[in-house]
């Protein structure tokens, strides 16, 4: 009987390492529109922090922070924001953006969209409320 627990208690570690990855929530549980839960690896991974930007119409431009800049490899905003990524010559936030991000996110902004890798070129970013959005 000892043999098997023991090999219980060794193997615990490995299996909860093999679990699949879970899209973490933003600290305020995806219902707060205005933040947004950004990482700088694809799939949700790497460091990720919330950050809050508001959604006042027409939002706030605002330079993305390091680690994030040129570097965000998925963002997730909360429901009822819409959001845009901007490369540095957008640094008004005017225009269509890099990519549009609305709930539940973009999972790998390191893809190239037509002609953009969204996630390597972002250096502002703008929230605003959707009342349209999911």
């Known amino acids: 009987m000892a043999p098997i627990s023991l090999l219980t208690i060794v193997l615990m570690p490995l299996l909860a390492l093999a679990m699949p990855t879970v899209i973490p929530e933003t600290a305020t549980s995806a219902e707060t529109p205005g933040n947004i839960l950004a990482c700088t ?11 809050s930007l508001g959604i006042e119409i027409p939002g ?13 490899g998925s963002i ?3 429901r009822g924001a819409i959001c845009r990524l901007f490369a540095t010559d957008r640094s008004d936030c005017t225009g269509s953006g890099l990519a549009i991000l609305y ?7 390191f893809t190239d969209l037509g002609g ?13 409320e959707c009342t349209n959005c999911t």
């Not at 709930?103 to 902004?109: E, S």
Request: aromatic share 12%; net charge negative; proline share 13%.
């Open 76 to 78: 997730k905003p909360d």
């Open 41 to 51: 690896g694809e799939n949700f991974t790497g460091e990720c922090q919330t950050h």
């Open 60 to 72: 706030d431009c605002r330079p993305i922070p390091d680690p994030f800049k040129f570097n965000v």
């Open 103 to 109: 709930y539940p996110g973009n999972a790998n902004l």
């Open 116 to 128: 953009n890798i969204p996630g390597k070129e972002a250096a502002f970013w703008r929230c605003q």
